[in-house]
């Protein structure tokens, strides 16, 4: 991996946004930053009827323990009668959706509600 790359080591504690809780991430999501980041997202995903959006604009790459993650995090908000929806125009990140059979799975919208 670069060296110009960012890890995504340091989470946002979320803010609340028409009900809604945001949690803008950035850098890389990746098997280096999934243990802290599950964590992050699993305490967000604990209460009933959350509504949850991942902003991932400033994402520049994602692997797959950082998909597995998303997947975990959607699991988890339907569970508890929420609801999950990720932010990112990348064209790159919607393929990568598709080509892993997920695209169905996620809400995605280019920008905040």
Not at 29 to 49: C, S
Request: charged share 20%; glycine share 8%; net charge neutral.
């Amino acid at each position: 991996m670069s060296e110009n790359h960012t890890r995504a080591a340091a989470f946002p504690a979320g803010q609340t946004a028409g009900g809604a809780t945001v949690v803008a991430l950035h850098g890389e999501i990746d098997v280096l930053v999934a243990g802290t980041l599950a964590e992050r997202l699993d305490a967000l995903t604990a209460l009933p009827d959350h509504d949850l959006v991942l902003d991932l604009r400033q994402v520049v790459f994602i692997d797959c323990a950082g998909l597995g993650i998303l997947c975990r995090t959607r699991n988890r908000t339907l569970a508890r009668q929420g609801r999950l929806r990720l932010v990112t125009d990348s064209t790159d990140f919607k393929r990568l959706l598709h080509a892993t059979g997920l695209a169905s799975l996620f809400e995605v919208q280019p920008h905040l509600p």
